[in-house]
C-alpha cells in the first residue's frame, strides 16, 4: 500500500505558476505509476498528467500541454506537478494518484489518492 499527501496548492492570479508536490509513503515508490487529476465544481474528475515508474515517460492533457510539467523523484518518494501560466480554467482540486500495475489516463484505473489539494486562479 501507499498513502499519498498533496501539498502546494493555493491561491494565485492568472498568469502565475505553482509547484504541487505529492508525498508517498513506503518504500516502494518506484514501482508505481503516479498521475495527477483534478476535478472542478459540478465536473468530472479528469486526468492532468501521467508518469512512468522511472520518469522516462510522461503524458499530458490536452488543455495543459506545454504549460504544466510533472516530474518525480524516487529517492524522496515524491511527484511534482509545475503548473506554469495559470488560467481561471485550471481552478480545482488536485488529486495525486498512484498504482502499481494500471499506466492509465482513466481515474478509474487508479488505486491510491491523495487528500486534493486545491488551486484557485483568479484575479
Known amino acids: 500500500q501507499v498513502q499519498l499527501v498533496e501539498s502546494g496548492g493555493g491561491l494565485v492570479q492568472p498568469v502565475d505558476s505553482l509547484r504541487l508536490s505529492c508525498a508517498a509513503s513506503g518504500r516502494t515508490f518506484n514501482s508505481y505509476f503516479m498521475a495527477w487529476f483534478r476535478q472542478a465544481p459540478g465536473k468530472e474528475r479528469e486526468f492532468v498528467s501521467f508518469?512512468?515508474?522511472?520518469?522516462?515517460?510522461?503524458t499530458y492533457a490536452d488543455s495543459v500541454k506545454d504549460r504544466f510539467a510533472i516530474s518525480r523523484d524516487n529517492a524522496k518518494n515524491t511527484v511534482y506537478l509545475q503548473m506554469n501560466s495559470l488560467k481561471p480554467d485550471d481552478t480545482a482540486v488536485y488529486y495525486c494518484?498512484?498504482?502499481?500495475?494500471?499506466?492509465?489516463?482513466?481515474?478509474?484505473?487508479?488505486?491510491?489518492w491523495g487528500q486534493g489539494t486545491q488551486v484557485t486562479v483568479s484575479s
Open positions: 508518469i512512468s515508474r522511472s520518469g522516462g515517460y510522461t
Open positions: 494518484a498512484a498504482d502499481p500495475e494500471h499506466s492509465s489516463t482513466g481515474w478509474r484505473e487508479y488505486t491510491y
